[in-house]
T-cell receptor, first 107, second 115 residues
Framework: AQRVTQPEKLLSVFKGAPVELKCNYS??????LFWYVQYSRQRLQLLLR??SRESIKGFTADLNKGETSFHLKKPFAQEEDSAMYYC?????????FGTGTSLTVIP | DTGVSQDPRHKITKRGQNVTFRCDPI?????LYWYRQTLGQGPEFLTY????????KSRLLSDRFSAERPKGSFSTLEIQRTEQGDSAMYLC?????????????FGNGTRLTVT
């Protein structure tokens, strides 16, 4: 069955420190993976997608099919990165979301 | 077009009443999704449409729930005989089917409180 796991519900880091938000997935097909972010009182919005291999707001994520992971990383966290982050798997018809990680960047 | 819009933003209703939510997707998007989100959880899939056809429904969508997208544009989600367990954020999203890696674009959601 398809599943997305985000093991950390809460994550706190100091400003300027590296941050990694973990995401593991379970899917027998070819995965399409995304990271979504939700800032306080705003809608869910796309942060990045694995296929474009882009860096958005300093965040990157690499798809590791061997480890079935799509961890989100940023070398130097900023206060404005504090938000809820969701990893999502698209199987073609449905998007499956993890339970999210709340990131707090401490000044 | 400023994105996906949902109406109302908040709805408070008494148990047993019916409620209806509306979603207007991004105009060129042919897929429309409904999700539900409760505290501490990620969005949970309810149903989706491609144009006017409802292609898939989750087991979460009991008989009290019905969704329509009559002209392939806006969609409505109705909950009949609401229960306290229906209290949640109901999210609508749209995307463009057929485009590789097409992401979901979300609305602000409708927060339902059943008292």
């Amino acid at each position: 069955a398809q599943r997305v796991t985000q093991p950390e519900k809460l994550l706190s880091v100091f400003k300027g420190a590296p941050v990694e938000l973990k995401c593991n997935y379970s899917y027998s097909g070819s995965p399409e993976l995304f990271w979504y972010v939700q800032y306080s009182r705003q809608r869910l919005q796309l942060l990045l997608r694995h296929i474009s291999r882009e860096s958005i707001k300093g965040f990157t994520a690499d798809l590791n099919k061997g480890e079935t992971s799509f961890h989100l990383k940023k070398p130097f966290a900023q206060e404005e990165d504090s938000a809820m982050y969701y990893c999502a798997l698209n199987t073609g018809n449905q998007f499956y979301f993890g339970t999210g990680t709340s990131l707090t960047v401490i000044p | 077009d400023t994105g996906v819009s949902q109406d109302p933003r908040h709805k408070i209703t008494k148990r047993g009443q019916n409620v209806t939510f509306r979603c207007d997707p991004i105009s060129e998007h042919n897929r429309l999704y409904w999700y539900r989100q409760t505290l501490g959880q990620g969005p949970e899939f309810l149903t989706y449409f491609q144009n006017e056809a409802q292609l898939e429904k989750s087991r979460l969508l009991s008989d009290r729930f019905s969704a329509e997208r009559p002209k392939g544009s806006f969609s409505t989600l109705e909950i009949q005989r609401t229960e306290q367990g229906d209290s949640a954020m109901y999210l609508c999203a749209s995307s463009l089917a057929g485009l590789l890696n097409s992401p979901l674009h979300f609305g602000n959601g409708t927060r339902l409180t059943v008292t």
